[in-house]
């Protein structure tokens, strides 16, 4: 297991409940998480604590730039919602579905959202992240993710 930590941040300009509602909602989640070049769907998702959820992202190009950590274009990550705290945080575990010893472990993610003047700074912040992800890509995953929030609630 590794102890690196990969953190982004982005002020939002909307609520901190509206930003909130968008991550509950599977449906929602699904259209604003994928990074860029990704699709997702949820084959379980129970929002409150303890509650469980599996999520499926594909590679629009089939895995070729990037290879699936669970088939050659699809990463499944799996885990619980350890902390449901509505406008202010969500924390989940993620456990990614792959043969590749450097991909195993058990990342938490936080989600933090703090209003400011101008919205919402949201901060997610990837503790444990397992040796297979580059800080690089992670990094730049979450700044999309932010990016594709953003650009769902404003």
């Given at each position: 297991?590794?102890?690196?930590?990969?953190?982004?941040?982005r002020i939002i300009a909307a609520p901190a409940q509206a930003i909130y509602d968008a991550f509950?909602?599977?449906?929602?989640?699904?259209?604003?998480?994928p990074p860029t070049g990704m699709t997702a769907r949820f084959e379980r998702f129970e929002p409150h604590p303890g509650g469980r959820y599996r999520k499926v992202l594909t590679y629009a190009?089939?895995?070729?730039?990037?290879?699936?950590?669970?088939?050659?274009?699809t990463d499944i990550a799996q885990g619980r919602f350890l902390v449901l705290e509505p406008a202010?945080?969500?924390?989940?575990?993620?456990?990614?579905?792959?043969d590749d010893s450097a991909f195993a472990g058990t990342?938490?993610?936080?989600?933090?959202?703090?209003p400011?003047?101008?919205?919402?700074?949201?901060?997610?912040?990837?503790?444990?992240?397992?040796?297979?992800?580059s800080a690089e890509d992670h990094v730049a995953g979450?700044?999309?993710?932010?990016?594709?929030?953003?650009e769902f609630v404003e």
């Amino acid at each position: 297991m590794s102890a690196r930590v990969d953190t982004a941040s982005r002020i939002i300009a909307a609520p901190a409940q509206a930003i909130y509602d968008a991550f509950i909602d599977p449906d929602r989640q699904a259209r604003w998480l994928p990074p860029t070049g990704m699709t997702a769907r949820f084959e379980r998702f129970e929002p409150h604590p303890g509650g469980r959820y599996r999520k499926v992202l594909t590679y629009a190009d089939g895995g070729a730039a990037h290879p699936g950590k669970s088939a050659a274009d699809t990463d499944i990550a799996q885990g619980r919602f350890l902390v449901l705290e509505p406008a202010s945080r969500i924390v989940q575990t993620a456990d990614f579905v792959a043969d590749d010893s450097a991909f195993a472990g058990t990342m938490t993610i936080e989600w933090t959202l703090a209003p400011v003047a101008d919205g919402t700074r949201v901060t997610v912040t990837a503790r444990d992240v397992p040796t297979g992800i580059s800080a690089e890509d992670h990094v730049a995953g979450l700044t999309s993710t932010l990016a594709n929030l953003a650009e769902f609630v404003e």
